[in-house]
């Protein structure tokens, strides 16, 4: 199994009942799809992302792509799978009420699953910082052990100014995400959707761990402060310079801080 670095290229065959095929040349860094509601920005990005949490073993991403007519080449060209992420910006009750019962009784919410699962992934994160930070020490590699504490810092300084208007601050001593606000002491799962949003994004691109690897993102601007939206971007790429976004989005704040040139539109990339 070798992992690529990035997406050179996305071509979905028949799409919409074999009425449209796409062809999607991507930038390494940045790419963002636009375009009026039901045109299909969210049904392409379905088509590649569903197919690929779908697979498993050996060549199982490009087996289970190319099983849905989705013919995806990557950088480097004999790389057979992919590091990835998927976000999504829904913040409905959970369907099965159970889950919240069992898991924990803030849990109550989509987005609040999410954080669940992301809180175990900074735990173990934060395990195997601790073992290389550790592991350059003994080495005598001082510098490179404070680069790699940085990253974290850099976390908890993003959220620390991000949620100061409210006056919420990181614990930075928890195992988990925690804040302090006035006094009192605060779970992720009570915070608004518009910060347990934030948090989702940033905690995702964080323990990835800079490691080469594509966020797709499903309109992350819903529930975001247009002051949020414009960062958006620039606050992923500050934690891990490694990622290759792949996004949709309704909202030009997204795409106000340098990023028009990276826009396509959907009936750009229909043949």
């Known amino acids: 199994m070798k992992y690529a670095d990035f997406i050179t290229k996305i071509e ?43 697979s498993h073993g050996p060549n199982g991403v490009l087996a289970a792509l190319e099983e849905n007519g989705v013919h995806v080449d ?82 908890h300084d993003i959220l620390d100014e991000l949620y100061a208007e409210t006056g919420k601050k990181v614990i930075r001593t928890a195992n988990e995400i925690r804040f302090s606000q006035i006094g009192e002491e605060l779970t992720a799962y009570q915070l608004s959707s518009g910060e347990k949003q934030m948090l989702v994004i940033l905690l995702t691109v964080l323990v990835e761990d800079h490691q080469p690897y594509v966020l797709f993102m499903d309109e992350p601007e819903v529930s975001l402060h247009i002051d949020w939206q414009q960062q958006l ?10 990622v290759q976004i792949i996004l949709t989005t309704h909202s030009p704040a997204v795409i106000m801080n340098g990023w028009v040139d990276r826009v396509t539109e959907v009936s750009e990339i229909e043949k």
């Open 12 to 54: 979905i065959d028949s799409l919409w009942s074999g009425k449209k095929h796409i062809v999607w040349s991507l930038d390494r860094k940045v790419n963002i799809l636009s375009g009026v509601n039901g045109v299909g920005k969210s049904t392409i990005l379905n088509k590649v992302v569903a197919p690929m949490r779908q």
């Open 74 to 155: 990557f950088s480097p060209a004999d790389a057979d799978t992919i590091r990835f992420d998927v976000i999504r910006s829904f913040d409905r009750p959970l369907i099965n009420s159970e889950i919240a019962t069992k898991l924990d009784f803030q849990i109550a919410t989509e987005l609040d699953l999410q954080l669940f699962n992301l809180q175990r992934r900074y735990l173990d994160y934060q395990v195997n910082l601790g073992n290389r930070m550790i592991a350059a020490l003994q080495e005598g590699k001082a510098d490179e052990a404070q680069m790699l504490s940085g990253v974290k810092v850099r976390f």
């Open 233 to 242: 971007i620039e606050l992923i790429m500050k934690l891990n310079p490694n």
